[in-house]
């Protein structure tokens, strides 16, 4: 059975397509664990690219997802590029083994959907504290 408050996002896309600022967004919204292979190449603050470690990166986010998923985070947000199916199809079998819905979003380019989601998670947070 799914579990309606346990939810994965994957957002792919081509750089720039605005995954990052979507997934911030939803982050605030909710209670959330961002899983992003850019994270990697962070070093103090800022963001420093080794083509020679996207294989690294790609490992310790998928490793990040899966420990995210399994620790019963309520939200999950995986923002990467992801263009072919083979580099995302692991994400999803992750999140379906742990029982989670699952959103998928491809090219997030649909703004006013986008913020109608963030909107429905704010909501749905607000109303969990109300509790």
């Known amino acids: ?14 750089p720039g397509s605005g995954k990052s600022s979507i997934v911030s967004q939803l982050a605030e919204a909710a209670e959330a ?7 990697f ?7 420093q690219f080794d083509m020679h470690r996207i294989r690294e990166a790609h490992v310790a986010c ?3 997802f899966e420990g995210a998923c399994e ?7 995986l ?15 992750i999140a379906k083994r742990e029982s989670m819905s ?11 959907s986008i913020s109608y989601a963030v909107f429905c998670l704010k909501k749905k ?7």
């Open 33 to 39: 664990e961002v899983c992003s292979a850019d994270h």
């Open 62 to 64: 998928r490793e990040r």
């Open 1 to 14: 059975a799914l579990h309606q408050d346990r939810v994965a996002v994957i957002m792919r896309g081509v």
């Open 79 to 93: 923002p990467n590029t992801c263009v072919k199916a083979w580099e995302y199809r692991r994400y999803i079998e």
């Open 102 to 112: 699952l959103i998928h979003i491809s090219e997030p380019t649909r703004l006013l």
């Open 71 to 77: 620790g019963r985070v309520p939200l999950v947000l």
């Open 41 to 47: 190449f962070m070093e103090n603050g800022a963001y």
């Open 125 to 131: 947070k607000k109303q969990q504290r109300q509790k």
